[in-house]
């Protein structure tokens, strides 16, 4: 018997379905790394650190009685603040009825960690909006915030010299310096001519071909600035002072970002943290709903310890 097309056209499979799951892009996380963990912390939630200030030194005058002064004491206050959950199931229908059920599960826990893990990053860099808004936070008669000093607030190479003077000025040590940025940070200082121009910086050879970044780092230190790009950094909405005083409103307009500038030693990190509960995954079944439950739960505290080590540059994303 000969078919006929319309035959044919039934033996023809109109769509085809991949055996496997798409899944999506996923940038790296790299605030956690600067984070000191309390470890001295068994219990409770609210943990006290205290501290002590400088010396005082007097003019003496011979066969006088020596001057006493009390140091200054004070206390910083740590609490654990975040207690999340993520949670997944899947119907006993689905898993009978589907053909991708088992790839679904498998990825059921790592997306929870990862969102969790996500959340955590956000959090961290959030900490940059722990200092006062809408002022320059100065320390020892330097900013540590301020509105970036480029074309229509773009970060500047000069933003990156006055976050290290900052620093400085505030007696923090200029080893280990991190500065995390938003990714169009790099665009701009990938188009600056006076850069770029091989001529004039031979250190910088080779980024009109390759670019400034590999992954989410520059090739180049920037003015003694290891130099991260970040998706995650914090945003704001004040009114803030350019390094030429200039009063900037960042509540309208392209999107600011909040870039950041620190060093990133342990022991003096700007950041630190606890983990009351590291992230717990737990499968329930529930007979009830005829269903199994996947969920991961996580405590954890973070504050900014050292407002002394850091600074923070709002810039627009103008790319």
Same mark, same amino acid.
Request: aromatic share 10%; proline share 4%; no cysteine.
């Given at each position: 018997?000969?078919?006929?097309?319309?035959?044919?056209?039934?033996?023809?499979?109109?769509?085809?379905?991949?055996?496997?799951?798409? =899944? $999506?892009?996923? %940038?790296?996380?790299?605030?956690?790394?600067?984070?000191?963990?309390? #470890? @001295?912390?068994?219990?409770?939630? &609210?943990?006290?650190?205290?501290?002590?200030?400088?010396?005082?030194?007097?003019?003496?005058?011979?066969?006088? =009685? $020596?001057?006493? %002064?009390?140091?200054?004491?004070?206390?910083?206050?740590?609490?654990? #603040? @975040?207690?999340?959950?993520?949670? &997944?199931?899947?119907?006993?229908?689905?898993?009978?009825?589907?053909?991708?059920?088992?790839?679904?599960?498998?990825?059921?826990?790592?997306?929870?960690?990862?969102?969790?893990?996500?959340?955590?990053?956000?959090?961290?860099?959030?900490?940059?909006?722990?200092?006062?808004?809408?002022?320059?936070?100065?320390?020892?008669?330097?900013?540590?915030?301020?509105?970036?000093?480029?074309?229509?607030?773009?970060?500047?190479?000069?933003d990156f010299a006055r976050a290290k003077y900052g620093l400085k000025k505030a007696n923090v040590p200029l080893s280990n310096l991190v500065a995390i940025v938003d990714p169009s940070v790099g665009y701009e200082l990938e188009t600056l001519t006076n850069l770029v121009n091989v001529s004039n910086n031979p250190q910088w050879e080779g980024i009109i071909t390759s670019g400034l970044t590999t992954g989410m780092r520059f090739i180049k230190n920037v003015y003694g600035f290891d130099v991260w790009e970040s998706n995650y950094l914090p945003t704001s909405t004040e009114t803030i002072n350019t390094p030429a005083d200039a009063s900037i409103d960042f509540s309208s307009g392209n999107t600011p970002v909040v870039n950041v500038f620190f060093n990133a030693e342990n022991s003096i990190t700007p950041f630190i943290g606890a983990w009351r509960q590291m992230p717990r995954v737990e499968a329930l079944r529930n007979a009830i709903r005829q269903r199994d439950e996947y969920i991961t739960t996580a405590r954890y505290g973070l504050a900014l310890y050292r407002p002394e080590n850091l600074v923070s540059v709002v810039s627009r994303i103008n790319v």
């Amino acid at each position: 018997m000969a078919f006929t097309d319309g035959n044919m056209n039934l033996l023809t499979r109109q769509e085809l379905w991949s055996t496997q799951l798409k =899944d $999506v892009f996923q %940038d790296d996380l790299n605030a956690t790394q600067w984070v000191r963990q309390l #470890t @001295e912390f068994p219990d409770g939630d &609210t943990f006290t650190i205290p501290s002590i200030g400088e010396a005082t030194v007097r003019d003496y005058v011979e066969d006088t =009685d $020596v001057g006493f %002064d009390a140091m200054d004491t004070g206390e910083f206050q740590f609490t654990i #603040t @975040e207690y999340l959950s993520s949670g &997944t199931y899947i119907t006993d229908k689905q898993m009978q009825d589907s053909f991708y059920s088992s790839q679904l599960i498998s990825q059921f826990v790592p997306k929870q960690r990862r969102a969790l893990e996500e959340k955590y990053e956000t959090d961290v860099l959030a900490l940059a909006n722990s200092q006062t808004l809408s002022d320059n936070n100065s320390i020892n008669g330097a900013e540590h915030r301020w509105a970036a000093g480029g074309t229509s607030q773009n970060l500047a190479l000069d933003d990156f010299a006055r976050a290290k003077y900052g620093l400085k000025k505030a007696n923090v040590p200029l080893s280990n310096l991190v500065a995390i940025v938003d990714p169009s940070v790099g665009y701009e200082l990938e188009t600056l001519t006076n850069l770029v121009n091989v001529s004039n910086n031979p250190q910088w050879e080779g980024i009109i071909t390759s670019g400034l970044t590999t992954g989410m780092r520059f090739i180049k230190n920037v003015y003694g600035f290891d130099v991260w790009e970040s998706n995650y950094l914090p945003t704001s909405t004040e009114t803030i002072n350019t390094p030429a005083d200039a009063s900037i409103d960042f509540s309208s307009g392209n999107t600011p970002v909040v870039n950041v500038f620190f060093n990133a030693e342990n022991s003096i990190t700007p950041f630190i943290g606890a983990w009351r509960q590291m992230p717990r995954v737990e499968a329930l079944r529930n007979a009830i709903r005829q269903r199994d439950e996947y969920i991961t739960t996580a405590r954890y505290g973070l504050a900014l310890y050292r407002p002394e080590n850091l600074v923070s540059v709002v810039s627009r994303i103008n790319v």
